[in-house]
């Protein structure tokens, strides 16, 4: 079984910067997708970002140029950098992680407010 521990959410003003930070834990698959999804209140849950242990990374168009995940593979954990944050960016944030199925994290509340 595989755990994930998500930390970094909290309260931001617009143009703001945020890093999340996800650790996983227990049977750690060498070949796994790491990375985050989000959902706002009323909507579907939807990709941010993701990178492989190989570090191929994937992100929504919506956040390109302003997200930067990253991985520290030796310590099985991945972050997300989210720089000029927007209002519209206010959701929870999951930490995905994928080896021999899909894991989610509890999600961190991510509020992007004046």
């Known amino acids: 079984q595989v755990q994930l521990v998500e930390s970094g959410g909290g309260l931001v003003q617009p143009g703001g910067s945020l890093r999340l930070s996800c650790a996983a834990s227990?049977?750690?698959?060498?070949?796994?997708?790491m990375g985050w999804y989000r959902q706002a209140p009323g909507k579907q849950r939807e990709l941010v970002a993701t990178?492989?242990?190989?570090?191929?990374?994937t992100y929504s168009d919506s956040v390109k140029a302003r997200f930067t995940v990253t991985r520290e593979n030796a310590k099985n954990t991945v972050f997300l950098q989210m720089n000029s944050l927007k209002p519209e960016e206010t959701a929870v944030y999951y930490c995905?992680?994928?080896?021999?199925?899909?894991?989610w994290g509890q999600g961190t509340l991510v509020t992007v407010s004046s």
């Open positions: 995905y992680y994928r080896g021999y199925r899909d894991i």
């Open positions: 227990g049977s750690i698959l060498s070949a796994n997708l």
């Open positions: 990178m492989s242990n190989g570090g191929t990374s």
